[in-house]
């Protein structure tokens, strides 16, 4: 930016910086700030340089996000935890109960069994999937990759569909009696599961919630009582690949990557660029230069250096197309 | 002993001790060593005063005991841990796969599933299940000591049936992917539960482990890898409330207390019990004299004193009546 103040004298728009440092937990405080200053942050466009290349050299643009409600639900039997030789047999057992929870949110099929769960998604439109086809996405590099023979998940849609356009429920921990070296038997008071589901537009995460929570207090046994709470939430976002917004990028990532842009999806939820554009009405354009070995949130995560360097100057081409109109 | 050898200048009877200080942790050396000493061991009958009266002065003869075989299933996923926004839809979640296979092992009724689980099971008879019948045991009370209002189990058996002579299968524990506060979106590359399943006669542990592991098994979901390892098993007991051992047993607490013991089964395991029986041939009386308010294995667990002494004379006056003959 100051670079191109100096060397042009002047920018050839306005900019306004927007410092989010709370992404990894799900931007709780973040949103309502937004919402707050809606005024000041006024804006034709929003630019989030957080993302990835498709492959080494084939940068690419984001037209869609999923969305996200993350729960805690707890399972509660009897009121102290019990011996399983007395009382085995003749007593809740919340481990179990949640287990039978956890097997009835999903059909046969995989599909998820929330009752009009499904309503609201838009499936991709043919040039985005047709653009899909040209990615060069093998399943079988994914599946080694993976160290797995096959993708658990829902029936009738390919591996990139379904991390993409297809809303999703996801178990990622549970809790609940002894789980130590060894045998214990206690029957425990109680247990508790994270579930997330992530969402495609044009699912709203506060009905999917409440939606989620009937559904699990249905599927609760007899004999037990269970608590669904909110951990977390953000809406999905999904962009036409012909705003003018994402020409402009793509063009300025041609330029100096030389090649053309993919347009690509995300499985993945940034809150706050959903908030941009139904708060503030300021089309997020999702700009990445990480490459897809960079071990993102794992042990030696890295950047590609050159990415570094022609990152700038595209963010700089990309504001110079801008201001030319 | 000391006392009523000194009292009467001999013993009736000839008497070995046998002391036990692993039946918490399922007597994993004790086994082998009965094996080995079976000869140096011989005896009768033997005598465990490791249980309790059925209420405050109401003693009890235990007739039988629950066995068991206490497992731990392993489900893996991927190779690693990945990121649900990622791959969220479109890869193995060892969680759900582990709550799928619990869900599986029972059916609708809370019948276990493993083939041919029950076919070896031998009803209590009449005389048993009539001496149950008046030991003036109330769902009700027993549902309010619990907090709950059903207890979950077995349909088509009464509480004391299904905690007694019913074969069981109970889940302890379950470790897997994050389960701190807060939100993590990861999809764990394992899970692992503790499962056990309490056995009566004539069920064997080692059958039990085998058709449980194929059943596990043919249970897992596609995508997924499955391990079960034994962390212990006990054979279950039975004995006739006929046997000589038990009336003389039986004649000792009537004279000592003045009431005559209720004949009761205990739903928990004690593994040397049964391996007294099988090796030996030594039928064993477990003749306790805990009260059900002792608070055993909890906080503040006590024991009536009254009952101490008075014990100590039951076991005299057993002895003398087993020396009568």
Redesign the interface.
Same mark, same amino acid.
């Given at each position: 930016m100051e670079s191109l103040l100096k060397a042009a004298g002047r920018l050839p728009l306005n900019v306004k910086f927007f410092i989010e440092g709370e992404e990894e /937990?799900?931007s709780p405080r973040m949103i309502p700030f937004i919402k707050k200053h809606r005024q000041q942050l006024r804006a034709d466009l929003s630019l989030i340089c957080d993302g990835s290349f498709f492959a080494p050299e084939r940068p690419a643009l984001v037209t869609a996000l999923?969305g996200?409600v !993350?729960t805690e639900v707890e399972v509660h039997?009897?009121?102290?935890d019990?011996?399983? =030789? /007395?009382?085995?047999?003749?007593?809740?057992?919340p481990? #179990?109960?949640? %287990?039978?929870i *956890?097997?009835?949110l999903?059909d046969r099929k995989s599909r998820v069994t929330i009752p009009r769960y499904y309503a609201p998604v838009q499936p991709p439109g043919e040039a985005e999937r047709s653009s899909w086809n040209q990615l060069g996405f093998r399943d079988e590099a !994914?599946l080694e990759d993976?160290?797995?023979?096959? %993708?658990?998940? #829902?029936e009738g849609y390919s591996?990139l569909e379904?991390?993409w356009a297809?809303? @999703?429920l #996801? /178990?990622?921990? *549970?809790?609940?009696? !002894? @789980?130590g070296p060894? %045998?214990?038997?206690? /029957?425990?008071a109680r247990? @508790?599961?994270?579930i997330?589901m992530?969402l495609v537009t044009d699912q709203r995460p506060q009905a999917v919630l409440r939606a989620f929570t009937r559904k699990v207090q249905r599927l609760t046994?007899?004999?037990?009582r269970v608590e669904v709470r909110q951990?977390?939430s953000g809406a999905p976002l999904a962009l036409s690949p012909d705003a003018p917004a994402l020409r402009h990028a793509a063009r300025a990532l041609q330029e100096v990557f030389g090649r053309p842009p993919v347009f690509m999806r995300? =499985?993945? @939820?940034v809150p706050v660029a959903a908030e941009f554009m139904n708060v503030l009405q300021a089309p997020p354009v999702l700009m990445g230069f990480g490459l897809p070995d960079d071990n993102?949130?794992s042990p030696n995560e890295k950047f590609h250096l050159p990415n570094f360097y022609r990152g700038i100057e595209t963010v700089i081409r990309f504001m110079e197309l801008l201001g030319e109109g």
């Open positions: /937990i799900g999923r996200m !993350y039997g009897a009121d102290r019990l011996h399983s =030789g /007395i009382f085995g047999g003749a007593a809740p057992n481990l #179990e109960g949640l %287990a039978r *956890i097997a009835g999903k !994914y993976l160290g797995v023979e096959v %993708a658990p998940g #829902e591996i379904r991390r297809r809303p @999703t #996801e /178990i990622h921990g *549970i809790a609940g009696g !002894y @789980t060894g %045998a214990k038997t206690v /029957i425990p247990a @508790t599961a994270k997330s992530r046994p007899p004999g037990f951990l977390g995300e =499985g993945g @939820t993102l949130h």
